[in-house]
């Protein structure tokens, strides 16, 4: 039997993505992601070749689960984890459980197949708190500002010690905000966006002066894709655009595109609190364009446009905006 890619948390925003490029290069896949009564399989469960991957439901804190689902895997991307920070600050446990076991159940599992070329690890710019120096590069500080991000830097270094203690072929990608069609609608474009679909008058948000640094979703894929085969074990790569922009840009950049005007309201339960509030993050992702060549090939309104598209066409509930910004 041909050794195969095993996605984590394939079948949500990111991994879905990763699925469907990689299957279109060829890749044989296995998919891990969570089950549910229903054996809803995410965002794959419309996807044309769903026959042609291999499922396993579960449940990634499962190390019995983990084991054989890694089994005969040639290469392993591992994204399964829970990632909204709002919902970090009421269930930190849950995060440490999925984050970072999820983690050390992946690691752990690949410690005897001997066969694996590639661990991909999915870190986050969230790891570095709000930046200090810009742009922010992989040497940066690490500033554990929500639970979410502790989770994270904890998964990073438990995987950088399985590469130093067990020589695993681990590599670290570290992206930067993603946005793009599938994304939650708990995450901040898509947040915005619906807004401006809804009845309500206002586009209820947090704090709208943070800047982030947004990567289009087949861009992050495509560094997913490059970074196989490089063998750069044990190292960390950021993934990012390189310019930021602050939300108040954003919202003013959907309302243009959209073509509706609403008023912006601040709203309490939106804001995180203070300490914990990432005021400005910036990648500098020149080592790994350095390594691989990549770079992201949407720019941002073009990327804007086609999540309006998405978010428009689809049928998300338009009314039902999340309260929470991740
Ligand atoms: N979206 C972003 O902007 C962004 C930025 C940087 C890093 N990341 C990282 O990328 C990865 C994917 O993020 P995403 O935005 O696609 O999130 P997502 O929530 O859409 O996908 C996460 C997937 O993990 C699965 N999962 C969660 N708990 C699980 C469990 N206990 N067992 C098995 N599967 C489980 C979910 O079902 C889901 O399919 C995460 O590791 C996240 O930290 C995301």
């Given amino acids: 039997?041909?050794?195969?890619?095993?996605?984590?948390?394939?079948?949500?925003?990111?991994?879905?993505?990763?699925?469907?490029?990689?299957?279109?290069?060829?890749?044989?896949?296995?998919?891990?992601?969570?089950?549910?009564?229903?054996?809803?399989?995410?965002?794959?469960?419309?996807?044309?070749?769903?026959?042609?991957?291999?499922?396993?439901?579960?449940?990634?804190?499962?190390?019995?689960?983990?084991?054989?689902?890694?089994?005969?895997?040639?290469?392993?991307?591992?994204?399964?984890?829970?990632?909204?920070?709002?919902?970090?600050?009421?269930?930190?446990?849950?995060?440490?459980?999925?984050?970072?076991?999820?983690?050390?159940?992946?690691?752990?599992?690949?410690?005897?197949?001997?066969?694996?070329?590639?661990?991909?690890?999915?870190?986050?710019?969230?790891?570095?708190?709000?930046?200090?120096?810009?742009?922010?590069?992989e040497d940066h500080s690490l500033n554990a500002q929500s639970p979410y991000s502790a989770t994270k830097i904890s998964a990073d270094s438990i995987s950088l010690s399985f590469y130093r203690s067990y020589d695993l072929p681990i590599t670290i990608l570290r992206p930067f905000n993603n946005y793009g069609p599938r994304q939650s609608n708990r995450a901040i474009i898509p947040t915005i966006i619906s807004q401006f679909f809804n009845e309500n008058k206002y586009i209820e948000v947090g704090n709208i002066n943070t800047t982030r640094d947004f990567t289009y979703v087949s861009d992050t894929v495509s560094a997913f894709f490059k970074i196989l085969g490089k063998k750069k074990y044990g190292e960390i790569f950021n993934v990012s655009s390189g310019f930021d922009i602050s939300i108040e840009e954003v919202i003013k950049k959907v309302s243009k595109i959209v073509r509706i005007e609403k008023k912006i309201k601040k709203i309490k339960n939106r804001i995180r609190p203070s300490k914990s509030e990432v005021t400005r993050l910036?990648?500098?992702?020149?080592?790994?364009?350095?390594?691989?060549?990549?770079?992201?090939?949407?720019?941002?309104?073009?990327?804007?446009?086609?999540?309006?598209?998405?978010?428009?066409?689809?049928?998300?509930?338009?009314?039902n905006s999340s309260r929470y910004i991740v």
């Fill in 1 to 137: 039997m041909s050794k195969k890619t095993l996605i984590t948390g394939g079948c949500g925003f990111i991994g879905s993505h990763i699925v469907e490029f990689f299957h279109s290069q060829n890749h044989d896949i296995k998919v891990l992601d969570k089950y549910n009564h229903s054996n809803s399989l995410g965002w794959l469960d419309n996807y044309k070749f769903r026959n042609d991957i291999e499922f396993c439901m579960g449940d990634i804190r499962d190390y019995d689960f983990v084991k054989s689902s890694a089994n005969n895997s040639r290469n392993i991307i591992h994204l399964a984890a829970l990632i909204g920070i709002p919902y970090s600050y009421i269930s930190p446990l849950a995060y440490l459980k999925t984050n970072i076991e999820g983690t050390y159940n992946i690691l752990q599992a690949s410690k005897n197949l001997t066969y694996i070329n590639d661990i991909i690890v999915t870190s986050t710019s969230e790891v570095y708190g709000s930046g200090k120096i810009f742009p922010m590069t």
């Fill in 282 to 319: 910036l990648g500098d992702s020149k080592k790994f364009i350095k390594l691989t060549k990549w770079s992201p090939k949407i720019n941002f309104d073009d990327g804007l446009t086609k999540t309006i598209d998405w978010i428009k066409s689809s049928k998300i509930n338009l009314k």
